[in-house]
């Protein structure tokens, strides 16, 4: 087993003042296969020059812990390989994504989804991830396809929200400590897909992902912080 970092399990991480401390900070072991470094790339932050960095690194690694083992690997798992599109953003790097029209929304609006280290308005605690999942690339192509996988993951993975985009089929998965479990999407049928009190919300779905892999689960991973 790979050590993510040399840190014990009670340490406080501080945000990184130095190039050694965020490399160090990049190494932490989030799951199996998902280090933290791998949710730090922003074009926003590219192009601009602003520091994605997290403010308080143990609440964004607690948060993207949850998130990667009890979502991300599971799909890892089943799907094979993952596309991160957008991972964390730091709150001075969202809030200019908002303030520029940059597909972002308020730091209010995205604490517990893609800032990870601030918790939202009821104190709760939550990460998101934009991904693209390739197999679905691979096998769909209708534009409707989208609802495939997200019935798949409605009926196996404990998400908070999903929301679908048409490029790549990209989506926004949330883990979040009070789940929602809302499906929206920006693609045709746009919309809410499904939210509890929707008639279509409870059952069995698998009509809609005939023909997708066995679920797989992930090994059980034992990280260092």
Same mark, same amino acid.
């Given at each position: 087993? /790979? &050590? ?10 501080? =945000? &990184?003042? %130095? ?13 199996? !296969? $998902?280090?933290l470094r791998?949710?730090?790339? #922003?074009?926003?932050?590219?192009? +601009? ?11 964004? /690694? ?18 094979? @390989?993952?596309? /991160?599109?957008?991972?964390?953003? #730091? ?6 994504? !908002?303030?520029?029209?940059? !597909? ?8 517990a989804h893609?800032?990870?280290?601030? @918790? ?19 096998? +769909? ?29 990209? $989506? ?5 400590? @009070?789940?929602? @479990?809302? /499906?929206? %999407? +920006? ?8 939210? &509890? ?14 023909g997708f892999?066995?679920?797989?689960? &992930?090994?059980?991973? =034992?990280?260092?912080?």
């Amino acid at each position: 087993m /790979i &050590p993510a970092v040399d840190a014990q399990e009670n340490d406080v991480m501080r =945000k &990184p003042n %130095s190039m050694k401390g965020l490399e160090d900070l990049g190494r932490v072991r989030l799951s199996q !296969n $998902f280090f933290l470094r791998d949710f730090l790339h #922003s074009e926003i932050a590219d192009f +601009y020059r602003i520091p994605n960095i997290p403010e308080d690194p143990d609440l964004a /690694i607690e948060a993207g812990k949850r998130l990667c083992e009890e979502l991300l690997e599971p799909l890892e798992a089943t799907f094979g @390989r993952l596309h /991160i599109r957008s991972g964390y953003r #730091s709150p001075a790097v969202n809030r200019f994504g !908002n303030e520029n029209n940059l !597909n972002c929304s308020t730091n209010a609006s995205t604490a517990a989804h893609h800032i990870w280290d601030m @918790r939202d308005f009821d104190g709760c605690m939550g990460a998101a991830v934009c991904i693209a999942v390739p197999w679905m690339i691979d096998h +769909y192509h209708d534009e409707s396809d989208w609802q495939r996988l997200a019935w798949w993951i409605h009926d196996h993975l404990p998400y908070a929200s999903l929301c679908f985009f048409p490029k790549l089929w990209a $989506f926004n998965i949330q883990w979040h400590e @009070r789940p929602k @479990r809302v /499906i929206q %999407s +920006y693609v045709s049928p746009r919309g809410i897909l499904t939210k &509890p009190g929707m008639a279509n919300w409870e059952g069995d779905h698998a009509a809609f992902y005939k023909g997708f892999p066995a679920p797989t689960a &992930p090994r059980v991973l =034992k990280v260092m912080r």
